[in-house]
């Protein structure tokens, strides 16, 4: 209520709804945008998705409109920047510019009819035209507002540096009448502190944040295991049937490939990445947005917009590793941080103890209360404990009795190769002959839990095989297990590396 008594509160509210055909704000919005047109500096700390750019756009409208004042918004990628000034005037009717030096002038920007340009933190430094234009238009109080999107670029703890972006700070003391925007979705506590020091935003900033914590959405991570392509197709038709989604992929490459894969199978597919044509992209993702694709697959462009070197995905981290310090294009300090930022994303894909909003959330320096979860999470729903049992001999003890079994053409099931290997001497046992076999009794009082376990990490890993036979006569299936095809070089291995546990379930 106290926000809709600004003075500012009409204007504000009338070309929302007439210039952006929008209803109503979003969380942040209103006070963003009040604050701007209080002449405030602010920071804006906000989800992707969240709705960053009205925050700053519907401002430089009604400054435009009100002042003549122009709104200057710095942002550190030329691709997006071509993006945003061409739905700004498509869809909007806003004439937005790019800073190019021969497309505009001091004329066109101090006759007030440009409400917004566009320029990267590079184009700003360099150009001495820009700066005699900016210092004209501020000594006439022509400039409304510098607006520093992806504000984190600024700060060296963040993990995408720029070094333009460390020039910004001058703005302040070469335009000091002028307010300034900071905005970003990626800051922990330390990058926010950084950047409103970096950019030497006044002590009476307003800052407006918000929780990272989404409730709608569920988190899983699954290990990519060699039939995963066929799994994705499996629960694309059955658990995600009605529904439709996005596949993020490391490479260019591999998007087509996939995308390709997915349509053999059926899959209304397309796919995404900053390696295309603008026109391709834009279609691209409205056949995805208006349901004529079902999935698209695309690198971490799609969304974000942005493309950028360090798109750390699934692969595991020597991979990763490998492909940040090929790299010829980044240095060093860079490099590191690509790298422990890549670490993080290991860690959290191998925690499986920690509720995964948690470990999310932590990144971001904010407290998160597991319960709130609301098992909403793999970790929640499946709680794991972390063992560390070191289980090489209990394998190796499979792996024999299973071998000998092979040979003695017996079908032992699960049930049957954990007592044997116990010493039992149960009915399945002796039935089977179990008890005859090479390695019976060899993990004697070794709880059971732990040699099923073991059991089904080598599964996983196909070392061992599951068979389900159906019984002619009573129709049931029965299943038993058997050496997989990577039996052979797996034991080879266990002499030089042990075979350990790391979770099990709680
Ligand atoms: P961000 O930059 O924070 O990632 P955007 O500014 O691109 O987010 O906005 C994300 C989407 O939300 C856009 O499609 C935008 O039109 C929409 N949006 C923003 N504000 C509102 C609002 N108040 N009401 C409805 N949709 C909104
Ligand atoms: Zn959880």
Redesign the pocket.
């Known amino acids: 209520t106290k926000l809709t008594n600004s003075p500012h509160y009409p204007i504000l509210q009338e070309t ?1 709804n007439n210039v ?1 055909k ?5 969380k942040n ?1 209103l006070e963003a945008v009040i604050a701007c047109m209080d002449g405030r500096d602010v920071f804006v700390l ?10 700053y ?1 519907l401002p430089a409208v009604c400054s435009s409109m009100l002042k003549n004042q122009v709104t200057i918004v710095v942002t550190p990628l030329l691709a997006l920047m071509a993006d945003q000034v061409t739905q700004l005037r498509s869809r909007f009717n806003i004439n937005a510019h790019a800073w190019s030096d021969s497309s505009i002038n001091f004329g066109h920007l101090s006759s007030g009819s440009i409400p917004i340009i566009y320029v990267t933190p590079e184009k700003l430094k360099e150009s001495g035209y820009a700066r005699s234009t900016l210092r004209m238009l501020a000594a006439k109080s022509l400039i409304g507002r510098f607006v520093i ?1 992806e504000a984190h670029c600024i700060s060296t703890w963040g993990q995408d540096f720029r070094d333009a972006y460390a020039s910004l700070g001058e703005l302040r003391d070469l335009y000091p009448d002028v307010p300034i925007i900071a ?1 970003t ?1 990626t800051a922990n506590q330390t990058t926010v502190n950084d950047i409103i020091t970096q950019l030497k935003l006044h002590n009476d900033v307003v800052r407006l944040t918000q929780s990272f914590n989404r409730p709608n959405l569920s988190y899983t991570v699954i290990e990519k295991k060699s039939g995963f392509k066929n799994e994705i197709v499996d629960a694309l038709g059955n658990r995600f049937r009605n529904q439709s989604g996005v596949i993020y992929c490391r490479a260019r490459q591999t998007c087509e490939s996939f995308a390709q894969f997915l349509r053999d199978k059926g899959i209304r597919a397309g796919h995404y990445h900053a390696g295309m044509e603008p026109d391709d992209r834009k279609q691209a993702s409205d056949d995805w947005m208006e349901g004529r694709v079902k999935v698209i697959v695309a690198t971490i462009a799609f969304g ?1 917009g942005i493309d950028k070197a360090d798109d750390f995905g699934h692969k595991d981290f020597t991979a990763t590793q490998d492909m940040i310090n090929k790299d010829e294009k980044t240095d060093l300090e860079s490099k590191q941080r690509q790298i422990a930022a890549a670490k993080e994303i290991y860690a959290y894909a191998r925690n499986r103890s920690t509720c995964r909003r948690k470990q999310v959330l932590h990144h971001f320096e904010e407290p998160f209360q597991e319960e709130e979860c609301q098992k909403t999470c793999d970790v929640c729903k499946d709680p794991l404990e972390l063992i560390n049992e070191d289980a090489t001999d209990i394998a190796r003890a499979v792996l024999k009795i299973l071998s000998h079994a092979t040979r003695q053409n017996a079908h032992l099931a699960q049930g049957t190769i954990v007592a044997a290997l116990r010493g039992s001497a149960n009915r399945d046992v002796l039935q089977k002959g179990a008890d005859k076999l090479e390695g019976y009794s060899l993990a004697k009082g070794v709880d059971a839990d732990l040699i099923e376990l073991t059991i089904k990490e080598l599964m996983y890993i196909e070392v061992l095989q599951m068979h389900s036979v159906q019984n002619k006569f009573s129709g049931y299936h029965n299943e038993y297990i058997t050496l997989g095809p990577t039996a052979g070089l797996f034991l080879k291995e266990l002499d030089n590396k042990p075979f350990v546990l790391g979770w099990r379930p709680k």
């Open positions: 929302l952006f929008l209803q109503s704000f979003r919005q906000m989800p992707t998705g969240g709705g960053k750019s009205l925050c756009q999107d905005l979705a974000m």
